[in-house]
């Protein structure tokens, strides 16, 4: 695959300006680009399929380790919060990769348009993956990205080899927990609608059988199939939202400590500083100043 490595890289390097994390013309399609290494950086990664043309990356979920180069994909199908670095990258080989974006609903025509086989009582499944690239779903992105170059063609296309992308992961390794993503009665389909309540309400407190209760599962089922799929408990899940949201108000704001630990949900500004501690590495004050002395 080493002639369709050369053009993917050629590709992104072309459409990219400068470092960072870019929007292209194609819609959900996303070009990133680092030429050096980089510190932690922590965010929620949205279902979609994640290629490096160079270069390599390290994603952090809970206790979990995903570590990724040119030869492999990752594929998210539910929304995650981790941490991600770029661990492998200079100004003469940047990191260079893609990031394409898809909803439930993409999911679910493919599968009806394809006919594929689904199995609707089968287990939930991590919500992350990293696997082998094949030449078909490379050769297939490729063919996205060269839209760019001929943007007259993106509204006529660029939907037709987007479903054709979804197609081949959906026939992949991991195919099954894209199929559970969009099928209602799924386990993975019935977690995420308690991801996306703990999302959007992530600084109220929450009772977990209400929470079960929004997925239609009982409680001990809930527990389980919500770590099976996010390889955190809810409350964790919650805990890194809060903190990833207090951390972009530090930045952002410039607002202090304790008046965000009060807006993102907790009750004691002392427990606040030592979780976030645990989490970024440093108390709320001293990670600020040193993000700024980073800028």
Partial sequence: ????????????????????????????????RFSQ?????YGVQSPS?????????????AHENFIYGPSEYLLTSVNLPITGQVIEGTPDAPYLAIKLEFTSNEILAVLHASQLKVNR??????????????????????RLARLLDQPNDILALAPLIKQE?????????????????????????????????????????????????????????????FKQVTAMSPVQFQKQLRLQEARRLLVT????????????????????????????????????KRIRSEV
């Fill in 1 to 32: 695959m080493s002639g369709f490595q050369d053009e993917f890289t050629k590709l992104i390097e072309r459409h990219i300006d400068g470092d960072g994390k870019q929007e292209t013309e194609i819609p959900s399609l996303f070009f990133t």
């Fill in 165 to 225: 992308i979804l197609y081949r992961l959906l026939q992949g390794p991991h195919g099954a927990t894209l199929k559970q993503m969009a099928l209602e009665e799924s386990s993975t389909y019935q977690i995420s609608d308690a991801i996306q309540y703990i999302m959007k309400n992530f600084h109220q407190p929450f009772r977990i059988e209400d929470l079960a209760e929004i997925a239609n599962l009982s409680v001990s089922s809930f527990h389980r199939q």
């Fill in 49 to 61: 399929l994640c290629i490096i043309a160079q270069g390599s990356k390290e994603i952090i979920l």
């Fill in 253 to 288: 704001e410039a607002t202090e400590a304790t008046d965000v630990a009060f807006r993102i949900g907790y009750e004691s500004p002392s427990q606040f500083s030592r979780e976030y501690s645990r989490m970024f590495g440093f108390p709320p004050k001293e990670d600020l």
């Fill in 121 to 142: 009582k089968e287990k939930a499944k991590r919500g992350m993956s990293v696997t082998p690239l094949d030449g078909p779903l490379l050769d297939a992105v490729i």
């Fill in 37 to 41: 290494v980089t510190g932690p950086h």
